[in-house]
């Protein structure tokens, strides 16, 4: 069975930045997708970005110009750096992985890990 473990949440001001991380193990079978999603109180849960062991990689529209996610294949982790971050970012952040070469990968999830962007 494959688990997921995520560092990196807190608090942050406005305009700050956050890393998370995420680290795979476990299974049998590789891990060819690996991403973030997230869920603020009382809405879904969205995807923030994802990325194959190939290299696509996939952001979400808000996510765009300010999070980047980064893969290290042979680790099995998986990175995302959150910049500028603004209050509506505040959310649980929560890791994903996949058997498949998919950028919604969901087959695994993590806990959580909880960010909080405020003043």
């Known amino acids: 069975q494959v688990q997921l473990r995520e560092s990196g949440g807190g608090l942050v001001q406005p305009g700050g930045s956050l890393r998370l991380s995420c680290a795979a193990s476990g299974g049998y079978f590789a891990i060819n997708a690996m991403g973030w999603y997230r869920q603020g109180p009382g809405t879904e849960r969205e995807l923030v970005a994802a990325v194959t062991s190939g290299g696509r990689s996939k952001e979400a529209d808000f996510a765009k110009g300010r999070f980047v996610i980064s893969r290290d294949n042979a680790a099995n982790t998986v990175t995302l750096q959150m910049n500028s971050l603004k209050p509506e970012d505040t959310a649980v952040y929560f890791c994903?992985?996949?058997?498949?070469?998919?950028?919604?990968?969901?087959?695994?999830w993590g806990q959580g890990t909880q960010v909080t962007v405020s003043s």
């Open positions: 994903s992985a996949s058997h498949d070469y998919t950028l919604s990968p969901t087959d695994y």
